[in-house]
């Protein structure tokens, strides 16, 4: 069996030059052209006028679109007319929606705040609030607390 080289088990392509075997840039890629615009200006002239162009058939396909739809909406308005006649079916009157008054303040209720503190007043003793707690607890108790 003869002795296989790597160009012919590995490359498929043959190389550019005899003396450079391998390459990791595939020899039918193109290389950029320097310059950075590469299409020249009569042909950017050339692709304005083309989406000038475009965008006018957009506007007159829109607008023949539009009229399409408004004949099939006349002409579905004039069977529903035929079909109101011939059974003597009166059309229903759409009701304007009714205008809003105009409303002062909020429209929904007010938002609910924290649970508002009582005034600084002596009414409001903390400490005697827990000691009438626990006399009241202790008295509901069926033995006596050793400090009573």
Known sequence: MDKLSINTLFLSAVSPSPNRRFSF????????????????????????????????????????????????????????QGIREKYNIKKKEEAAPPVPLPCEGRLTQDKKGPIPLPDDDDSFDPIKMATDALNTITEKLPFKLPWK
Do not use: G, W
Not at 25 to 46: A, D, G, Q, V, Y
């Open 25 to 80: 840039i595939p020899p039918f890629t193109k290389s950029t052209p320097s310059s950075l615009s590469t299409t020249p200006t009569n042909l950017r002239r050339k692709s304005m006028i083309d989406s000038l162009t475009v965008a006018e058939a957009r506007r007159e396909a829109d607008e023949k679109r539009t009229a399409k739809y408004a004949k099939m909406e006349r002409q579905r308005e004039e069977v529903r």
